[in-house]
């Protein structure tokens, strides 16, 4: 049944662990030079398809059905026969590249290690010969100082490189790749994808690529299966099924992108009916200090809730200082969001800390509701940093694991005092209404609700004190994308009920498109770029944002380019 | 932006059971941890009820019975004396009832054990909490008080003190302290690298941020959270301090005689090993079952109580 060009081929597979099931009768095939995506949210099984193909399942996983590489059974081999095959046939990528490599050894270490049982080259010059090969084919510059660097020494970016070309020893005919680039910032993500695209032309390999990015999907596949509950629900070529998507699961993940064409026609929309004027604001850095003729007429009504200048903050270190940020500046209005945009590494995280007085930091101006905190004494400082409510990344580590989600809501209100046991009963039932939370959830553990869910127990609990300005650090990047939707959702229903300022700070040039009214590029603690949303995201002025604007992975680009698919 | 309704509608989970956790008490049902259990329970039991038990056998650990014990003094009959009347047989020399002894040991040993581990727990626990959470100089003295402890010669110094200490004092309380005293740092150690995890985690930054002091963070940030680590270090800790008062007992500082201590007896019948093993065994047994059963139900806890081993 297996055509001759058809390397993998899944048919029926069946993981299940316990009795229940994880992937339930999968097909799927994988041909020589072509890139397969495997789509689909967390939990949907698409990570232990993989491992069950390559039989590294966990312990007590049932796996049947057929996974045939070349037309060769791989289901119900042996431990050793599948370690033979993997260790000549399939290379594998995962997410973290930071956790694929051993840290203690140096990567020439870890290539003569893998080279030794992939192409039983046993001698050491000849190892690291191959070990720069290989390196070059990946695209790493430097090949001899990468081989002799330890993983720290390494960006995210050189080390993804690295574990390809590791991949890639052995000549595999199949690579799997599990979210190769979600760890990464966008520029290098689109530079490890060009490279994933250039591997599978030049070696004629099949690539099986897990990912719940529909965005990297268009940009690289050629083909898809859409996975949901460990059940395919749509399978077919990537224009088909990101022009045309038939089932309605397929039509809500494309849909849950966030899109920066729309988000900029929504700026556009927005700024019509609202209150506030955006002609002709496109400025530098300079915009906090010279706010123009017509905002400084909504000035003079209303007052900013933040006013930033000059903040510079500096991490002082054994090896000496690292200045994080260098000299920036912002000033955000009550109802309106500001987005901070930048790499990892570029202080936007630190802007953010900054502003909610977690580190040291110096300004010309630092205003919060119209007071310097740094002149207020220990008390009063409590108090008005009490008005800053703030929102996390990591929905895991946000909530403490040993309270239920109604005393975490409810601690602001504790710890502020003077409110009673009803009547901080009835706000935190108000703040889970107004994050579209059922009330009975004020008794659940975090460990009881999901991601998104304990993000919007988040929001509740930045909000009840009626902050006057929220830090939304990342909110939204461990979450999927469909979460991703309702959580911004949420965010900016909850902005419009009550008028707070909010700081949004995000790596995802589109999200934050999609909420923002005004935005900050930050590179390597400057701000590059500073404006109105529609005007930085719709006109950039600086090539820094313009490469990042040309990274952002959109699943229609090749659909209206008529590029290299199909 | 987003056609909300088509989205799979994440609340639906809401509708859902809520995720039941195993109880905690089935990781207490399997053979090992039942028989420990048992036997934990029954060295309580024999500690409370000492006097109800060993009148059960007719005796009392402070009578002699000369008549038990032959002219050497060695008990007469079978493995020391063992008999309807004395079940674990005799002490040699003096003819006290083995079994009263044993039962009454129970009182001293699992007394000290348990009330130094608390008092360990208690220092232990604040120690690292604050060093943890306050970081800094407090963290550097707190430290540094537990090199010093650590690496302090515990024996020499219980047995110089136990010299010190007038007799009439009670002798219990001083061994409770003394062994309190030397147990803190490991908890303090454990706790301290729990605490600095955690007051670093953003729901407690966000609780910093919202105006918490530190007896706040203390109180519902870090003590519930380190908790389990604590009854398991605990509990873990427990039979080597009651080894700590055999130890001391068995040294001839730990309680006086007459009172019965397992140390003390294991102690005398070293010297009647060759003429009377079964002095020797009884004792002994005791005190190596009720220290091997506290380490299982330590481990189970553990093991119950960590994520990590739920498959």
């Known amino acids: 049944m297996s055509t001759p060009d058809e390397l993998l081929v899944l048919h029926d597979l069946q993981v299940a662990i316990a009795g229940r099931g994880i992937v339930s009768g999968l097909d799927l095939s994988v041909h020589a030079g072509r890139i397969t995506a495997l789509v689909g949210e967390s939990g949907s099984g698409k990570s232990m398809t993989a491992l069950a193909t390559i039989g590294l399942q966990p312990r007590g996983a049932h796996v049947r059905g057929s996974a045939q590489l070349d037309g060769e059974e791989l289901v119900g081999r042996s431990a050793l026969e599948m370690r033979r095959i993997r260790s000549g046939r399939i290379g594998m990528i995962f997410q973290e590249p930071g956790q694929s490599l051993s840290p203690v050894m140096k990567v020439s270490t870890g ?169 002709a604001e496109r400025t530098d850095v300079a915009v906090a200090e010279a706010p123009d003729a017509e905002d400084s007429a909504t000035a003079t009504s209303e007052p900013p809730v933040v006013r930033v200048e000059e903040l510079s903050v500096e991490y002082h270190r054994r090896s000496g200082s690292h200045l994080a940020l260098d000299r920036v500046g912002l000033e955000i209005r009550r109802g309106e969001i500001h987005g901070l945009v930048g790499e990892s590494g570029s202080g936007k995280s630190t802007w953010g800390k900054a502003l909610a007085g977690l580190v040291p930091a110096q300004a010309r101006t630092l205003e ?22 703030l929102v996390f990344q990591d929905p895991a580590s946000s909530l403490n694991p040993r309270r239920t989600v109604g005393w975490s809501i409810g601690e602001p209100l504790q710890l502020a005092g003077g409110t009673s046991g009803t009547q901080i009963d009835q706000r935190v039932r108000r703040a889970l209404e107004i994050v579209r939370l059922p009330a009975s959830y004020v008794g659940r553990l975090p460990h009881e609700l999901s991601g998104g869910q304990r993000q919007r127990v988040s929001i509740a609990r930045a909000l009840i004190l009626e ?81 990042l604007l040309a990274s952002v992975p959109d699943p229609e680009r090749r659909l209206h380019g008529g590029g290299a698919a199909a | 932006m987003t056609p909300r309704d088509a989205l799979p509608v994440e609340a639906a989970a809401s509708t859902e059971e809520r995720p039941s956790r195993a109880p905690l008490w089935r990781a207490f049902l399997r053979p090992m941890p039942l028989a420990a259990g048992i036997v934990v329970v029954l060295s309580l039991l024999s500690a409370l009820l000492a006097p109800q038990l060993s009148a059960l056998s007719g005796n009392d650990p402070f009578t002699y019975h000369p008549d038990a014990l032959g002219p050497d003094t060695s008990p007469t009959g079978f493995f020391g004396g063992v008999s309807t009347d004395h079940w674990f ?150 039979p080597s301090r009651i080894s700590a008062e055999a130890t001391l007992s068995f040294l001839g500082v730990g309680v006086l005689p007459p009172t019965p201590s397992w140390g003390r007896s294991i102690g005398d019948a070293i010297s009647w090993l060759l003429v009377d093993p079964a002095f020797l065994l009884f004792p002994a047994a005791a005190l ?19 994520p990590r081993g739920a498959r």
Request: with cysteine; aromatic share 6%; hydrophobic share 50%.
């Open chain 1, 467 to 547: 902050p006057a300005l929220l830090i939304a650090d990342e909110p939204t990047s461990a979450l999927d994308v469909t979460i991703q939707a309702h959580v911004i959702e949420v965010l900016r229903d909850a902005i419009e009920a009550t008028r707070f300022a909010c700081v949004f700070i995000s790596h995802d040039l589109a999200v934050v498109g999609s909420l923002a009214d005004h935005v900050t590029v930050l590179r390597a603690g400057r701000a590059v770029e500073q404006g109105t949303a529609r005007e930085v995201l719709g006109n950039p002025q600086h090539e820094y944002t313009r490469a």
């Open chain 1, 111 to 279: 290539f003569r290690h893998v080279l030794a049982v992939r192409e039983g080259i046993r001698s050491r010059p000849r190892a690291l010969a191959r070990a720069r090969e290989l390196l070059v084919s990946v695209g790493l510059p430097d090949p001899d100082r990468t081989a002799a660097s330890y993983p720290h020494e390494l960006s995210g970016g050189e080390l993804q490189r690295v574990v390809i070309a590791l991949a890639l020893s052995g000549d595999p005919s199949l690579l799997i790749a599990d979210e190769p680039t979600t760890a990464l910032d966008v520029t290098v993500q689109r530079g490890i994808l060009d490279l994933l695209v250039r591997i599978v032309r030049d070696r004629q390999i099949g690539v099986l690529l897990i990912t719940h990015d529909m965005g990297v999907v268009g940009e690289i596949a050629d083909e898809v299966v859409v996975l949901k509950d460990g059940e395919a629900v749509e399978t077919g070529p990537v224009r088909q099924v990101l022009a045309a998507p038939v089932a309605p699961y397929s039509q809500a993940l494309l849909a849950a992108v966030p899109r920066l064409a729309e988000s900029l026609e929504r700026a556009h929309d927005v700024r019509g009916g609202a209150a506030r004027s955006v002609d």
């Open chain 1, 368 to 389: 919060l509701d119209g007071v310097d905190p740094r002149t207020l004494g220990a008390t009063q400082r409590r108090a008005a940093y009490a008005k800053v409510g």
């Open chain 2, 89 to 238: 047989g005799v002490e040699p020399g003096t003819g006290r009832d083995l079994f009263s002894l044993v039962i009454y040991g129970a009182r001293v040993s699992l007394l000290v054990g348990i009330a130094s581990t608390v008092l360990a727990t208690i220092i232990g626990v604040v120690l690292g909490i604050v060093a943890g959470a306050v970081g800094g100089i407090v963290e550097k003295l707190v430290d540094f008080a537990t090199d010093v402890t650590l690496g302090f010669p515990f024996l020499i110094f219980a047995i110089a003190l136990s010299a010190l200490f007038p007799l009439e004092a009670p002798r219990a309380l001083l061994l409770t302290v003394v062994i309190g005293m030397f147990g803190w740092p490991g908890i303090a150690r454990v706790v301290a690298a729990e605490t600095r995890v955690i007051v670093r985690q953003p729901y407690v930054v966000a609780s910093r941020v919202m105006g918490a002091r530190f007896g706040h963070v203390f109180r519902h940030q870090v003590l519930p959270n380190v908790a389990s680590t604590v009854i398991v270090f605990s509990c873990i800790s427990l």
């Open chain 2, 288 to 306: 190596f079952l009720v220290t091997f059963s506290f380490n299982v139900l330590g481990d189970t806890l553990r093991d119950a109580l960590d």
